[in-house]
T-cell receptor, first 116, second 113 residues
Framework: KAGVTQTPRYLIKTRGQQVTLSCSPISGHRSVSWYQQTPGQGLQFLFEYFSETQRNKGNFPGRFSGRQFSNSRSEMNVSTLELGDSALYLC???????????????FGPGTRLLVL | GESVGLHLPTLSVQEGDNSIINCAYSNSASDYFIWYKQESGKGPQFIIDIRSNMDKRQGQRVTVLLNKTVKHLSLQIAATQPGDSAVYFCAENTQTGANNLFFGTGTRLTVIP
């Protein structure tokens, strides 16, 4: 089975621009979560999507948004980019078989975003 | 809020020795814990998980120990190999039905050949 894929792998933007990152989960996985990884803050949860709905959200400003499509693929968008948004953005997918399940999240390789 | 921290940011071990990576968590409501390994340029890779109704779980060359009394988690790697060199993260989850993980700061394990 193919793993989680993320595109693009690298991206350079300037302040004020917006960016859209894409994530394709493992086939059959219905939950997609996004994380931001920086040297200063570590790995931080952004949001989770399940059945095209945002199920959970971390403490990030509204400039960070996402969506999930019917095939479970997900995109995240960051508007009005700031220098501090430079980070590795990671996507993780899980099976999501039930509301009470604790499921392993499998991570993609990430998209490295540099904001100049 | 949740807080997951690591005792040591770096750990160096000789090849063939056992490694122990520690993690402290602060949220007593956390009931699911996971260890991830992250190699340079890659995303975190699942190693092993443990639920709060257990205190020990073993995998291939790895063992996770959970001490809920002192809110401490450890990862033991037996016969450490050069390929084990990476950053190791512990993560916790407290919310049933949600996949938001809270990660520790990570420990860099270096295996000396």
């Amino acid at each position: 089975k193919a793993g989680v894929t993320q595109t693009p792998r690298y991206l350079i933007k300037t302040r004020g621009q917006q960016v859209t990152l894409s994530c394709s989960p493992i086939s059959g996985h219905r939950s997609v979560s996004w994380y931001q990884q920086t040297p200063g803050q570590g790995l931080q949860f952004l949001f989770e999507y399940f059945s095209e709905t945002q199920r959970n959200k971390g403490n990030f400003p509204g400039r960070f948004s996402g969506r999930q499509f019917s095939n479970s693929r997900s995109e995240m968008n960051v508007s009005t980019l700031e220098l501090g948004d430079s980070a590795l953005y990671l996507c993780a997918s899980s099976l999501a078989v039930g509301a009470g399940a604790r499921e392993t999240q499998y991570f993609g390789p990430g998209t490295r975003l540099l904001v100049l | 809020g949740e807080s997951v921290g690591l005792h040591l940011p770096t750990l160096s071990v000789q090849e063939g020795d056992n490694s122990i990576i520690n993690c402290a968590y602060s949220n007593s409501a956390s009931d699911y814990f996971i260890w991830y390994k992250q190699e340079s340029g890659k995303g975190p890779q699942f190693i092993i998980d443990i639920r709060s109704n257990m205190d020990k779980r073993q995998g291939q060359r790895v063992t996770v120990l959970l001490n809920k009394t002192v809110k401490h988690l450890s990862l033991q790697i037996a016969a450490t190999q050069p390929g084990d060199s990476a950053v190791y993260f512990c993560a916790e989850n407290t919310q049933t039905g949600a996949n938001n993980l809270f990660f520790g700061t990570g420990t860099r394990l270096t295996v000396i050949p």
